[in-house]
């Protein structure tokens, strides 16, 4: 009973601070300020900046971390255009969230990109997910996506 009401807690504030919980194993990555996190897989190698992981090559299963000054807004079609939006999940002023597909000379790039608000909501904090089909499933990429939150 003990465990369930901790893991509740975790999960709650995990919530509140944008980001969903940390899974057990998992590395935890901070953008370059360190202001800004994201987790990944314990079979991912994590560089030594400690901003970007990766699962293979490095350009077909990776996860950058990055944050910038600018408040988080909802992304207008445009630019959803712009940047190959292939399906918007969320695009609040709370999280932008949403799925890729791009090819490129017979290459698919499949990716989940995330940004929420920062720490105290000053700022922004962004997760890209690179992966390719077959070596990571949707299901992991989307939740390294979700991990993404501003360091408590």
Not at 25 to 30: P, R, S
Not at 47 to 73: F, H, Y
Not at 124 to 132: E, I, L, M
């Amino acid at each position: 009973m003990r465990r369930l009401v901790v893991s509740g807690l975790l999960t709650a504030i995990c919530a509140m601070a944008g980001g969903q919980p940390v899974p057990a194993g998992w590395k935890v990555l901070k953008d370059e300020k360190g202001v800004c996190q994201v987790a990944v897989p314990a079979n991912w190698r994590v560089a030594p900046a400690g901003m970007n992981a990766s699962l293979g090559s490095l350009m077909e299963n990776m996860a950058t971390v990055t944050s910038d000054v600018d408040r988080l807004q909802p992304m207008p079609e445009t630019a959803q255009k712009i940047l190959g939006v292939t399906k918007m999940i969320e695009n609040t002023d709370q999280r932008v969230f949403y799925f890729s597909r791009t090819e490129y000379r017979g290459n698919v790039a499949l990716g989940y990109h995330t940004s929420v608000p920062g720490k105290g909501g000053k700022g922004r904090c962004h997760v890209a997910v690179g992966f390719k089909a077959g070596m990571v499933t949707d299901d992991v990429a989307k939740q390294i996506a979700l991990t993404l939150a501003p360091v408590q």
